[in-house]
Each structure stands twice: as structure tokens, then as C-alpha cells.
């Protein structure tokens, strides 16, 4: 299929003078798109082609197999309607494909209905500088196919309910946007390859893509997006999904079944500013052993997700905001896991928490980190605001926050400010590791030896705190000097 749609974009753009007689004349275009396919390689036949006083041209019982017959595509019929500078091709509601793969044979249907491409990029000089656009449109677009014999693809099924796609391309002003909206996504799979055998069930609800960048002319105009000449956009957002899987590798099976809440996905480079946000509401997810094997069964599972890095990565002049936020609430772990280590139940399930929220001032240099060996020539800190740090897990926590400034005026940064540390439960977790043999006694006894010789005993049980200062004559915990 590569072959077919670079055989059509080489024809059209490479025949120029060919090109402008035939403007508005969709049936001369189509003409140069398949001979350009044929004298490629690829085998083309129709029953019959209608050529509508409308200018439309369509083609009865039409197949196509690309050069190394590796797919064929056929359908009843495929008409396009010109109308002005657009083209709209519309198809029967049923495309069969067949082919080859791993050396077996496969086949499925696409199935639509109100299915429709519309775009301006064909009837008009290749090298025009006007907006090329796309638009997609169908009510329903389901692919279907079985094969319980196939040795390869055995069951393929995608339901995607009704499917909007749009895409610009403005070749003027060197920009490209689009955007994919799907009311569902129920994906079914059954297939080998390479000796790994893997069943799919799986269903979502809606999801929607889309993205808008500039288009560099060179790798050199490449490095706009990070002085902030050039932006780049691209975010998705899904509803709640479900799967059910099982792979078989080495006669070895086992099955992996979860579900997960609504997402997004953000990352963006806009006035040099890199963004990568991702939220999603959670999961949970079992692993699940064929009987027999040593394994018992894993189940995970967390309650939110948040990531969100903000870096200036052309801040080369002034320094500006850098940000880190990072949230894996209630991540917990199945008793099936639990067991192997702690039948007994002796720590704590309690469910784990990961919340980092960081802030900063820096100067970054991208092209430091490419030019130079010295890596701290690639970002210049400035201050740093630790709002938080929380790690908790098994019964134990390690709180942290705290500022400081920072002096680059000698060949290494040197901070000025207070952090602030709460640790929890931490040697009745180390304890309770040791009783286990998950941790050598020795190694138990040096890491509980350093926090009470830094940390001070805090008002609760099994709680240490420590004041690590770090000033101009050097590093102190609670008062006592570490440097």
C-alpha cells in the first residue's frame, strides 16, 4: 500500500505540465494516477468506469493488488465527484482486502456506511500554495475478518462507531493541523507471529486526537521550535476502557485482564516552552498464570496518575519557570503478590502515594548539551522550590520541602537555603524487612544509624525529622555539621 500511494503522489507532482491541462478534469487525474501504479508495478482492472456529466468519475467491480502482491483491494464500486476545487470519493459499503503475510494467507472486510473523502488536492497545479485539506467522514467504519484456519491472523475486528478525521496542510504558510474524533474503539485480535500467539478483547469509549505543528524547511530551521519561532501541538483524550488478553509464548500461557478510567495526553513545544502533561483516572490490571505454573496471580492498580514537566528549553537569555508535578495516588499491590514475600500479613497494605511538586527558576541551553562535554553548561539553576515530596509505601513515609537559592559564580552551583525532612515509620518497616530475610541486619542497622545521627526524634512514634541547612560555611542537619 506504501508502493500505491507513493506511485500516486510521485505521478501527480512529478507531471506538471500534464497537471495543469487537466485541472478540474478528475477523470485525466485519475488517469495519470493509475498509470503511474501500473507502470510501477501494481495491477489494476475494473468492470466497467462511468464518467458522469457531472464530471464524476466511477469505477464498477475494481480491484487492486499493489506491486509485490502482497495486498489486494476490491469493492463494487468507488466514485469521485468534483465540485469546484474539491473532490469527494465515496465507496461501496463493503472493501474486501486480502494478502500475504509470514507466508500465510489472510482476509477481512472494511465495512462503512456514509463514508466519505473530501479534499482540494487534486484538481490544481501540484505546486500550488494554497491550504491542501482532507476531511474523512463516516457514520459507522468497521473492520472484520476471521479465519480460524490462518496460521497468522486468525480474527481481526475494529469498531470505531462513527469517525471524523481533518487534516490542513498550508504549504504558504509552512503549517500542518488535523484532528481524528472517534465515538468508540472496540478492537478484537487473535494472531501469531514469530511463535508468540496473543488474543485481544478490548473496549473504549470515545477518542479523540489531534495535533498542529510548523513545518521546518530544514534541520536547521528544526531548532525554531526551541527558540520559540516554531510551535508544535499534539493531545488526545480517551474515555474509560477495558481489555481482556492472552499470550501464549513457548507453550506457556497467561491472560492479563484490566480496565482503566479516562486520560489525556498533552505535549507541546510553544514560545520555546516543552509541556508533557498526562492525567489519567486510574487503573487496575490482574496477571494471571495458566494452572500448573509457580506464579500466583499479580493484580495492580492505582487510583490517579498526573505527570506534568514544564521546561523552557529556550530559555537562553533569561532564566524562566521550570516545573515538575508528578501524582501516583493509591498504587496498590494484590495479596496473590503480597503472599509470596509476607503471608502473614506482618507490614502494611496500605496503598502506596508518589506526589512530587517542584518548582524552578533555570537558564537552559539545548545546543550546550550537544556541543559541549561539560553538562552543566546545559542548565543554569537559579532557585528551587521543593513544595513537596511524599513517598509513601508499606507503612513508611519520607516527607520533603524546602528552598534555596543557588550560587553559580564559582565552577560548581552552590545552594543556599533549608530543606525540611519527615520520615515515618521507617525503622519498624526496616524491622519488619529483616524479620523477613528482605534485608541483611547489617544493612538495616548502618541506614537507621545515619537518620538518627541527622534526624532528631519527631513527636510521633517512629518519627525522625531533620533541618538540612545549606549556607556559606557549609551543610548542617538539625544544627550539626555534615560539610
Known amino acids: 500500500m506504501n508502493k500505491i500511494a507513493t506511485a500516486c503522489v510521485v505521478v501527480v507532482i512529478a507531471s506538471n505540465a500534464t497537471y495543469v491541462v487537466a485541472q478540474n478534469q478528475l477523470k485525466t487525474t485519475l488517469d495519470l494516477a493509475v498509470h503511474g501504479m501500473m507502470y510501477n508495478g501494481a495491477e489494476i482492472s475494473y468492470g466497467k468506469r462511468i464518467i458522469g456529466a457531472d464530471g464524476s468519475v466511477e469505477y464498477i467491480d475494481l480491484v487492486i493488488s499493489d506491486p509485490d502482491g502482497e495486498i489486494t483491494l476490491s469493492t463494487d464500486w468507488i466514485k469521485g465527484v468534483p465540485v469546484g476545487a474539491d473532490v469527494t470519493f465515496t465507496v461501496a459499503d463493503i472493501v474486501n482486502v486480502s494478502g500475504i503475510a509470514e507466508d500465510a494467507e489472510f482476509q477481512f472486510q472494511i465495512q462503512s456506511s456514509g463514508l466519505g473523502l473530501t479534499t482540494n488536492g487534486l484538481l490544481r497545479e501540484a505546486m500550488s ?29 475494529l469498531d470505531t462507531g462513527a469517525i471524523g478525521f481533518d487534516l490542513l496542510i498550508s504549504a504558504q504558510e509552512m503549517f500542518a493541523k488535523g484532528a481524528l474524533q472517534l465515538a468508540k474503539m472496540d478492537l478484537v485480535y487473535d494472531y501469531t507471529m514469530e511463535g508468540k500467539t496473543q488474543m485481544v478483547k478490548q473496549t473504549a469509549e470515545a477518542t479523540s486526537v489531534s495535533f498542529e505543528f510548523d513545518i521546518p524547511a530544514d534541520e536547521d530551521d528544526a531548532l525554531g521550535y ?65 494452572p500448573g505454573m509457580p506464579f500466583p496471580q499479580v493484580e495492580i492498580g492505582m487510583g490517579k496518575l498526573g505527570i506534568k514537566i514544564v521546561v523552557p528549553a529556550g ?29 502473614d500479613k506482618t507490614i502494611s497494605r496500605d496503598p502506596a502515594q508518589m506526589d512530587i511538586d517542584i518548582e524552578a527558576m533555570v537558564q537552559i541551553d539545548p545546543m550546550a548539551a550537544v556541543t559541549s562535554n561539560d553538562p552543566l553548561s546545559f542548565a543554569t539553576i537559579y532557585n528551587l522550590d521543593i513544595n513537596q515530596i511524599l513517598l509513601a509505601i508499606a507503612g513508611a513515609s519520607i516527607q520533603v520541602d524546602g528552598a534555596a537559592t543557588f550560587d553559580n559564580s564559582g565552577p560548581i552551583p552552590s545552594p543556599l537555603g533549608i530543606v525540611n525532612i519527615q520520615m515515618d515509620g521507617i525503622s519498624t518497616l526496616a524491622d519488619q524487612l529483616v524479620a523477613l530475610g528482605l534485608l541483611d541486619q547489617m544493612q538495616a542497622a548502618i541506614a537507621l544509624g545515619m537518620i538518627m545521627a541527622f534526624g532528631a526524634p519527631g513527636p510521633e512514634v517512629d518519627q525522625f525529622i531533620s533541618e538540612i541547612s545549606f549556607s556559606e560555611s557549609g551543610i548542617s542537619a538539625n544544627g550539626k555539621s555534615l560539610w
Open 129 to 157: 500554495t494554497e491550504d491542501i485539506t482532507v476531511t474523512f467522514l463516516a457514520d459507522e467504519f468497521v473492520i472484520d475478518g476471521a479465519n480460524p484456519d490462518s496460521s497468522v491472523l486468525r480474527r481481526i475486528f
Open 315 to 343: 530559555a537562553v537569555d533569561t532564566p524562566e519557570e521550570m516545573s515538575i508535578d508528578i501524582l501516583f495516588a493509591d498504587m496498590v499491590v494484590g495479596e496473590g503478590l503480597w503472599s509470596m514475600f509476607d503471608p
Open 226 to 290: 526551541l527558540d520559540g519561532s516554531k510551535l508544535a501541538v499534539f493531545s488526545a483524550v480517551s474515555g474509560a476502557a477495558e481489555f481482556v488478553s492472552t499470550i501464549i509464548t513457548d507453550d506457556i500461557e497467561m491472560q492479563m485482564s484490566g480496565s482503566t478510567g479516562a486520560g489525556s495526553v498533552l505535549f507541546e513545544i510553544v514560545n520555546g516552552i516543552v509541556t508533557y502533561d498526562v492525567n489519567a483516572d486510574g487503573f487496575d490490571m490482574a496477571v494471571t498464570p495458566e
